[in-house]
C-alpha cells in the first residue's frame, strides 16, 4: 500500500525566513495530494492541495510542487508569520484504491520565532 | 451547516469496555473516515466508508467497527477498550468518494483508556 515519508519533524525558522517541507511516496498511481495544517489541540485543516497532472501551486504566501517522477512533493511557505507555527502534514491519495482513503505522513513541527 | 459534528469530545474508558463515537456531516458528503492521531504518529486511517452501506478497512482497523446506514452518520464503535487505543480520533468527511477533494475533519475526541 501507499507510504508517506515526511521531513523534518521539526523546523525552526525567524519570522520573515522561508520554510520548506518535503514529503516522498511510494505508489506511482497516486493522484492527490494535500497539505493539512494543525494548530494546537484544534482539528487539521486545508490549506492547499495538488492533482497529479499539475506540478506547481500558489496561494498567497504558500505554494506546492510535485515531482512525479521523483515521487515526491514539497509545500513552501514564504515570509513566515509567528502564525504560521503548527504541525503540517502531506497527504497522497492512492488511485487505485476504492474511495478518497488518504495516507497521511508523520507530520512537520514548524516553529517560527520573532 | 454544523459541517462534521463529533461527540463526545472527551471520554475516559476502563479497559474492556465498549463505547461508540459518533460522527455526523450535514454536507451531503459521500465519503467519510474514522483516523487516530497520535504523538509523533501522524493520522493513520481507522476505517472509511464511500457511501451508505460500502465501508472498508483503512491502515489500523483491529479493535474498532464501523456502520454507515445513511449518509449522514458514521458512528466508530470500540468493542473491547484497550490502553493502546488511548488517542485522538477524527472523523472526516468528503465531497466525492473519487478522491481529489480535501477532507473536513471534526474538532476530535479525546479518548483514554485506563
Known amino acids: 500500500g501507499e507510504n508517506v515519508e515526511q521531513h523534518p519533524s521539526t523546523l525552526s525558522v525567524q519570522e520573515g525566513d522561508s520554510a520548506v517541507i518535503k514529503c516522498t511516496y511510494s505508489?506511482?498511481?497516486?493522484?492527490?495530494f494535500p497539505w493539512y495544517k494543525q494548530e494546537l489541540g484544534k482539528r487539521p485543516q486545508l490549506i492547499i492541495d495538488?492533482?497529479?497532472?499539475?506540478g506547481e501551486k500558489k496561494d498567497q504566501r504558500i505554494a506546492v510542487t510535485l515531482n512525479k517522477t521523483a515521487k515526491h512533493f514539497s509545500l513552501h511557505i514564504t515570509e513566515t508569520q509567528p502564525e504560521d507555527s503548527a504541525v503540517y502534514f502531506c497527504?497522497?491519495?492512492?488511485?487505485?484504491?476504492?474511495?478518497?482513503?488518504?495516507?497521511f505522513g508523520k507530520g512537520t513541527t514548524l516553529s517560527v520565532s520573532s | 451547516n454544523a459541517g462534521v459534528t463529533q461527540t463526545p469530545k472527551f471520554q475516559v474508558l476502563k479497559t474492556g469496555q465498549s463505547m461508540t463515537l459518533q460522527c455526523a456531516q450535514d454536507?451531503?458528503?459521500?465519503?467519510m473516515s474514522w483516523y487516530r492521531q497520535d504523538p509523533g504518529m501522524g493520522l493513520r486511517l481507522i476505517h472509511y466508508?464511500?457511501?451508505?452501506?460500502?465501508?472498508d478497512q483503512g491502515e489500523v482497523p483491529n479493535g474498532y467497527n464501523v456502520s454507515r446506514s445513511t449518509t449522514e452518520d458514521f458512528p466508530l464503535r470500540l468493542l473491547s477498550a484497550a490502553p493502546s487505543q488511548t488517542s485522538v480520533y477524527f472523523c472526516?468527511?468528503?465531497?466525492?468518494?473519487?478522491?481529489?477533494?480535501?477532507?473536513?475533519f471534526g474538532s476530535g475526541t479525546r479518548l483514554t483508556v485506563v
Open positions: 472526516a468527511s468528503s465531497y466525492s468518494s473519487q478522491g481529489g477533494y480535501g477532507y473536513t
Open positions: 505508489d506511482s498511481a497516486s493522484n492527490y
Open positions: 495538488i492533482r497529479s497532472n499539475v
Open positions: 497527504a497522497a491519495k492512492p488511485a487505485n484504491q476504492a474511495g478518497t482513503a488518504l495516507i
Open positions: 454536507m451531503n458528503h459521500e465519503y
Open positions: 466508508s464511500v457511501g451508505a452501506g460500502i465501508t
